[in-house]
């Protein structure tokens, strides 16, 4: 059973530039988390989202980010008109259900450089 | 609100020593908890969680945890380092005060350094 995968593993844009990370849950999962993480801090929550719908927003910046999980692919998090500070790691996560004491199945990241 | 504060950014142990990763939380609902590991360029690995039931809790590689809600602490410790224990160690919380309970929080992280 393939873990999460996520693609690019490592993703440079200029900035204005439009940046789209991908991430295929593992099999049999339909929830979806995404998380920032910037460099020498720990992870920050961003979205959750489950097939089609997104249910916890909260940690998404109001501008320029956007995610989808649609019915059939990958969820993708899009990033419009890129900064210097979108420099991260972005991981995304999946889980079998809902609830907190799931486990969490972390992908391998996607490092974004703004330059 | 929910926090995580893990005390030490970065930790040094002798191989064979004892280690200790220190993470106290924040919470107004019984928490549930969590310790991952990053390896450089990796994604995150659960190592071991508390949800209820026993509050010393026993995970993968040899590391275990407990939880103590007098002191609002869950401590990671393993009896003795390996050289493939460096990597960074982060605790976590899920937000159930908000309802949002799918989602962690997590403290700044320690990195782990392991000399012969």
């Known amino acids: 059973n393939a873990g999460v995968m996520q693609n690019p593993r490592h993703l440079v844009r200029r900035r204005g530039q439009e940046a789209r990370l991908r991430c295929s849950p593992m099999?049999?999962?339909?929830?979806v988390y995404w998380y920032r993480q910037l460099p020498e801090e720990g992870l920050k929550f961003m979205v959750y989202?489950?097939?089609?719908?997104?249910?916890?927003e909260s940690g998404m910046p109001k501008e320029r980010f956007s995610a989808e999980f649609p019915k059939e692919g990958p969820s993708i998090l899009r990033i419009q008109q890129v900064v210097r500070g979108d420099s991260a790691a972005y991981f995304c996560?999946?889980?079998?259900?809902?609830?907190?004491?799931?486990?969490?199945?972390f992908g391998p990241g996607t490092r974004l450089t703004v330059l | 609100a929910q926090s995580v504060t893990q005390l030490g950014s970065h930790v040094s142990v002798s191989e064979g020593a004892l280690v200790l990763l220190r993470c106290n939380y924040s919470?107004?609902?019984?928490?549930?908890l969590f310790w991952y590991v990053q390896y450089p360029n990796q994604g995150l690995q659960l190592l071991l969680k508390?949800?209820?039931?026993?509050?010393l809790v026993k995970g993968i590689n040899g590391f275990e945890a407990e939880f103590k809600k007098s002191e609002t602490s869950f401590h990671l410790t393993k009896p003795s380092a390996h050289m493939s224990d460096a990597a960074e160690y982060f605790c976590?919380?899920?937000?159930?005060?908000?309802?949002?309970?799918?989602?962690?929080?997590f403290g700044a992280g320690t990195r782990l350094a392991v000399h012969p």
């Open positions: 996560a999946s889980s079998p259900a809902s609830g907190g004491d799931n486990e969490q199945f």
């Open positions: 099999k049999g999962h339909s929830h």
């Open positions: 989202l489950q097939k089609e719908n997104i249910i916890d």
């Open positions: 919470s107004s609902v019984p928490p549930y």
């Open positions: 508390y949800t209820t039931g026993a509050t």
């Open positions: 976590a919380v899920s937000d159930r005060e908000s309802g949002g309970y799918n989602k962690l929080i």
